[in-house]
């Protein structure tokens, strides 16, 4: 049991570390703006099959993180990252029952809520792009969430 | 009491409740990003965490210059002697125009020490290298892998082989950050070099657009009009190519004509850009006579149009 407590967090720490980098790899133009947000649907991910290892502090120094590595005002992606793990741990008792159709929809709408925080964030400071857009990682990450779930529980199953 | 909370962690050694952690670290990025917008001593704090940063960037930016290496290193031998000839070529013609060029310079040279004025020449010039790294979709900004270290500082201006690229925002230890002139919150001072018409040109965040908003409809400025940097500013070199322009579209019921214009620089295609040394023009300060008569017009200028 132990065992696999520690795998599980390592597991954690590397998935949510690889969405990070993925968060500043060169893509092209046209997919740039639909790139999902790896990193905070790692974190959500972590928060339902194992909350008791995924908690808020680490969400936290994760979207930090993401600040720095992208040059934004620290603190912005932070909030982000904090609200929706925050708002999967209240909800994930519930959450886990959903059938995968009805999980990706929350999600979308957690991303959802994630992106205007950026984009409230980004207005107050006078940063606003208004273009529709900005609001495309939240269909392509609620699209790749299946994919996340059938894909992160493969890789707990075999390490246990 | 036993009760079924959202919270599952053990009970023995929880730590703090969610609820308390959530608004700690709420008020606590809150509280940053006050203090990064407003106040400056959140620059160390920066500067730890963008070192960091700087071996992930790195990091990612390794692969594809490691790839550009590799195709470059067996590029096949046909398609070099085909440069080769290609840029002999080229150098015979740029040699002609050299020898012209020499002369001019001893003739602007002259002129220029007539006139006593040197500045706004770069004096010193280092070539930086773009990361292979995407900050944000919606902005026009590039990582180059120059920082403090290099001498790099907030505000220097960033040029390319064929025009003004933009200006350094952020100095990290071993990286900086450069807004591009396409951006939408950036603008930069400009003249038209046919006409001597004096404007701004503002990024609308597309790289290959300018639009200068503050031009009426009388003033001269057409398509393909070359605009310079002024120098106004004291941020950009005076006289560096800035765009072309590309649109001019005048409506006889509106005060301010639609311009848009081209940067000359590429924007979009550019690996390696140089960071500019150099003094600032005399009538940022307005030292003599001549330049400080220049100044307010110059100001004026810019402001009505």
């Known amino acids: 049991m132990r065992q696999s407590m520690f795998m599980r967090r390592i597991l954690y720490w590397a998935s949510v570390a690889a969405g990070l980098v993925l968060a500043i790899v060169p893509l092209p133009d046209w997919l740039d703006p639909v790139r999902p947000d790896l990193a905070l649907l790692a974190v959500v991910y972590w928060i339902l099959t194992s909350p008791r290892i995924a908690g808020l502090g680490y969400a936290w120094l994760s979207g930090l993180f993401l600040d720095v590595l992208r040059g934004m005002v620290l603190g912005q992606h932070a909030l982000g990252f904090l609200v929706v793990a925050f708002l999967t741990h209240r909800l994930q008792l519930r959450m886990r029952m959903f059938p995968i159709l009805h999980q990706a929809a929350t999600v979308m709408l957690m991303l959802g809520l994630y992106h205007f925080i950026i984009f409230w964030t980004d207005g107050l400071i006078g940063h606003g792009y208004t273009g529709w857009n900005r609001w495309l990682p939240v269909l392509s990450g609620a699209l790749l969430w299946p994919l996340i779930v059938a894909a992160g529980d493969s890789l707990t199953r075999r390490t246990g | ?305």
Do not use: C
């Open chain 2, 1 to 305: 009491m036993v009760e079924l909370t959202h919270d599952s962690r053990p009970i023995i050694g929880r730590g703090p409740p969610l609820g308390a952690t959530f608004i700690t670290l709420a008020i606590a990025s809150i509280a940053l990003m006050v203090a990064d917008q407003r106040y400056d001593q959140i620059s160390r704090v920066r500067a730890w965490l963008t070192a960091a940063a700087y071996p992930v960037q790195v990091g990612v930016d390794l692969p594809f210059r490691a790839w550009d290496w590799l195709s470059g290193s067996i590029a096949d031998r046909s398609r070099l002697r085909r440069d080769n000839l290609e840029l002999t070529a080229r150098l015979r013609l740029a040699n002609l125009q050299l020898q012209r060029f020499a002369v001019l310079e001893d003739e602007n040279r002259r002129l220029r020490d007539m006139r006593e004025r040197t500045q706004g020449v770069a004096e010193r010039v280092l070539v930086a290298s773009i990361l292979n790294v995407d900050l944000d979709p919606f902005r026009q900004r590039v990582l180059l892998d120059k920082g403090a270290v290099d001498g790099v500082f907030k505000g220097q201006a960033v040029l390319d082989g064929a025009g003004i690229f933009g200006q350094v925002t952020k100095v990290n230890a071993g990286t900086a950050e450069v807004i591009l002139i396409s951006d939408a919150e950036h603008a930069i001072p400009v003249q038209s070099n046919r006409s001597g018409v004096r404007t701004i040109a503002v990024g609308m965040g597309d790289s290959s657009k300018l639009s200068l908003p503050f031009v009426t409809v009388e003033s001269d400025l057409k398509v393909g009009d070359l605009l310079l940097s002024t120098g106004l500013g004291g941020v950009f070199p005076p006289g560096y190519p800035v765009a072309k322009i590309s649109k001019v579209k005048r409506a006889a019921s509106a005060t301010f004509a639609l311009v848009e214009a081209r940067p000359t620089a590429e924007l979009d295609r550019d690996r390696e850009v140089l960071l500019v040394w150099f003094k600032p023009p005399v009538f940022a300060t307005a030292a003599s006579d001549a330049p400080a008569a220049a100044a307010p017009a110059a100001q004026t200028g810019a402001g009505s149009q």
